[in-house]
């Protein structure tokens, strides 16, 4: 049995996820890490208990702070990855790794209001009732490769929700608190 590939276009990959470093619990809880670019980013199986044959790959950006889907599976994600390594290079992990994050991070596509949610299935609405108005809501359940939504868009306190092991996401800017007049005065 193999536990990891080593020679890839990527720095690791590991299908334990022991030597990958990195915290998925809040966005993926029962994510398996996979591979690493060796920059801080990593690439994530989503697995969830409804889906233990195949397991979608998203990838986890720090620098913009992001998430995106990369592939379908497991085996999908590998045979893109080996795609950078043959010329012409052209790869679909690639494509997301260095271009597509950047859309995410500047345009915000697919992400919506909660009032826009609560009007739409039974599931996006359960969810909404769930969260304030600061909240927008990414639907991740059918998605295109590269889409996805910025986990850091309002700085490292961004407030990030799942709905349980639906690929529904919540990102708001976090909570404001009085200030100190207000709450000595208020």
Do not use: K
């Given at each position: 049995?193999?536990?990891?590939?080593?020679?890839?276009?990527?720095e690791t990959i590991d299908f334990t996820g022991r030597t990958l470093d990195v915290e998925v619990r809040?966005?993926?809880?029962?994510?398996?890490?996979?591979?690493?670019?060796?920059?801080?980013?990593?690439?994530?199986?989503?697995?969830?208990?409804?889906?233990?044959?195949?397991?979608?790959?998203?990838?986890?950006?720090?620098?913009?702070?992001?998430?995106?889907?990369?592939?379908?599976?497991?085996?999908?994600?590998?045979?893109?990855?080996?795609?950078?390594?043959?010329?012409?290079?052209?790869?679909?992990?690639?494509?997301?790794?260095?271009?597509?994050?950047?859309?995410?991070?500047?345009?915000?596509?697919?992400?919506?209001?909660?009032?826009?949610?609560?009007?739409?299935?039974?599931?996006?609405?359960?969810?909404?009732?769930?969260?304030?108005?600061?909240?927008?809501?990414?639907?991740?359940?059918?998605?295109?490769?590269?889409?996805?939504?910025?986990?850091?868009?309002?700085?490292?306190?961004?407030?990030?929700?799942?709905?349980?092991?639906?690929?529904?996401?919540?990102?708001?800017?976090?909570e404001r608190k009085p200030g100190l007049l207000r709450r000595v005065f208020g």
């Open positions: 049995m193999t536990a990891g590939i080593d020679g890839s276009a990527l809040e966005l993926f809880p029962a994510g398996l890490p996979v591979a690493a670019d060796g920059a801080g980013n990593f690439w994530v199986l989503d697995v969830t208990p409804d889906e233990r044959d195949t397991a979608p790959v998203f990838f986890l950006c720090h620098d913009a702070p992001v998430v995106l889907y990369q592939a379908s599976s497991l085996a999908a994600f590998l045979h893109e990855t080996f795609r950078m390594s043959i010329p012409p290079h052209d790869s679909l992990v690639d494509d997301v790794h260095e271009d597509r994050l950047f859309r995410v991070w500047r345009e915000n596509p697919g992400a919506i209001e909660c009032s826009e949610a609560l009007a739409a299935d039974e599931d996006l609405r359960t969810f909404a009732q769930e969260l304030d108005d600061r909240f927008q809501i990414v639907d991740l359940r059918s998605p295109e490769i590269g889409m996805g939504f910025s986990w850091g868009r309002y700085g490292p306190r961004t407030e990030v929700r799942r709905h349980g092991f639906q690929r529904l996401f919540a990102y708001a800017p976090p």
